[in-house]
């Protein structure tokens, strides 16, 4: 299966015509090998660096938003006002380099969890965000 189809595909199951915009969304953020963190705004800039495509902020948020609800990419939230954006989908933790305004992965064998409290009653742990918050020396 060619990757357009399998833009295609993501699309129509995020419940999203397959425009050319949004496949050159989905250009950037699954044809390459190595996942990526991002905001909405690093991803706009790097769709008009890489691709010289001009795609309007509402496009690129409503084709994230959708892409996130269905499980394609993951939501970082750093303080209250920035929401940055993981391609890798899979359990793991974060450093977040404050000057730089960078999120690092961290592998999960790397994280010892104990003691984690019991959630308030008649709720369950869906998942655990670990982001070590890091500075240079």
């Known amino acids: 299966m060619s990757n357009l189809n399998i833009y295609t595909e993501k699309l129509r199951e995020s419940g999203l015509r397959p425009t050319r915009q949004r496949l050159k969304i989905c250009e950037v953020l699954f044809s390459t090998k190595e996942t990526f963190h991002f905001t909405i705004?690093?991803?706009?800039?790097?769709?008009?660096?890489?691709?010289?495509?001009?795609?309007?902020?509402?496009?690129?948020?409503?084709?994230v938003h959708a892409f996130k609800k269905k499980g394609y990419l993951k939501?970082?939230?750093?303080?209250?006002d920035k929401s940055y954006f993981?391609?890798?989908?899979?359990?793991?933790?974060?450093?977040?380099?404050?000057?730089?305004?960078?999120?690092?992965?961290?592998?999960?064998?790397?994280?010892d969890l104990k003691n984690i409290p019991n959630p308030p009653a008649g709720k369950k742990i869906k998942n655990i965000d670990i982001i070590i918050n890091v500075e240079s020396e």
């Not at 939501?75 to 209250?80: F, H, L, M, Q, V």
């Open 41 to 63: 705004n690093d991803l706009n800039k790097i769709i008009e660096e890489k691709l010289g495509e001009k795609i309007s902020l509402a496009t690129v948020y409503n084709t």
């Open 86 to 111: 993981d391609t890798n989908t899979s359990t793991h933790s974060h450093f977040f380099d404050i000057k730089n305004s960078e999120l690092i992965d961290i592998d999960i064998n790397q994280v």
């Open 75 to 80: 939501e970082i939230a750093i303080a209250t």
